[in-house]
């Protein structure tokens, strides 16, 4: 597998290629490994559900409103989407192996609608997932390159003996989760062949959301992408200021996604220089 290294002074993160039979089920391979240990930070919301497998020290989370006490995220989780703001601490430096997963993967590996997963970190163990001491594998990898190929290993080793019936909706919600499928919710459901009724049904099975939600969220990632001045991941969108009235509609609403205003969000992003997306460290 090939792979880019992209790093800030303390972020390290390297990317690599997916594998043409994992396209369906995969959106990205990327593993952060930083030099230090950074203070808190918030994860922001994200339609993507993540696969993580956590190497270094203990990654905790708490919802950034509410007052919950910080739990410690399993060594390899399933994370749902979320529309949350998260806090996030860790005991040292970060080493995470993250897989980006489409809506098809998650149902695939969770066997279960991606709406069941919305704002939870599911432990594999408890998915029926033969875990083949995967952590304990990754850890004694010697490069990112070794780690990758044992992942998609491991994916391959799970997927294959996996189905889900629902493969055309899943599709559907990650073209537009992914910002590929746009516009309004009339005219969606028309493309689609049914109902707007029908179209609220089916993607609050399988993503959770309705369709609204979905696209307002998927709307949130562009902005993130356009506002990063070097995202990891800058994969071409449309404007987002086109689907917005104007620039005070664009920052009410990102400010009731993320409690930033996108100047808040920029200039976070300028200060460290990382290339994370959803994860802002404020400090």
Not at 16 to 30: G, S, T, W, Y
Not at 68 to 95: I, K, N, Q
Not at 161 to 176: K, V
Request: charged share 25%.
């Amino acid at each position: 597998m090939s792979a880019r290294k992209l790093h800030a002074p303390v972020v390290g993160l390297e990317k690599a290629d997916v594998p043409a039979d994992l396209v369906p089920f995969v959106q990205a391979f990327v593993e952060r490994l930083d030099s230090d240990r950074l203070g808190g930070a918030i994860e922001l919301p994200d339609p993507s559900p993540l696969l993580q497998f956590v190497i270094g020290a203990d990654y905790e989370l708490r919802r950034h409103e509410g007052g919950d006490a910080f739990a410690p995220v399993p060594a390899v989780a399933l994370w749902g989407p979320t529309a949350a703001v998260w806090e996030a601490r860790v005991a040292g430096p970060v080493h995470v192996y993250c897989v980006v997963l489409t809506h098809l993967g998650a149902a695939m590996l969770s066997q279960s609608p991606v709406g069941d997963l919305l704002d939870r970190r599911v432990d594999v163990r408890d998915m029926d997932v033969e875990e083949q001491e995967i952590i304990a594998r990754l850890r004694m990898a010697q490069s990112f390159s070794e780690r990758s190929n044992l992942i998609v290993e491991w994916l391959r080793n799970t997927l294959t003996s996996r189905r889900t019936r629902d493969e055309r909706d899943l599709a559907l919600a990650d073209a537009m989760a992914q910002g590929r499928v746009s516009g309004t919710i009339e005219a969606i459901a028309r493309d689609t062949g049914i109902s707007a009724r029908g179209l609220h049904k089916k993607l609050a099975l399988i993503s959770g959301w309705s369709p609204k939600q979905l696209l307002r969220i998927a709307r949130l990632q562009t902005a993130l992408r356009q506002l990063h001045p070097k995202p990891w991941d800058d994969l071409e969108h449309v404007d987002v200021m086109l689907q917005f009235h104007d620039q005070a509609h664009f920052a009410k609403d990102f400010k009731q996604l993320t409690g930033l205003t996108p100047t808040q969000y920029r200039a976070a992003k300028e200060k460290l220089g990382d290339c994370l997306i959803n994860t802002l460290y404020l400090a």
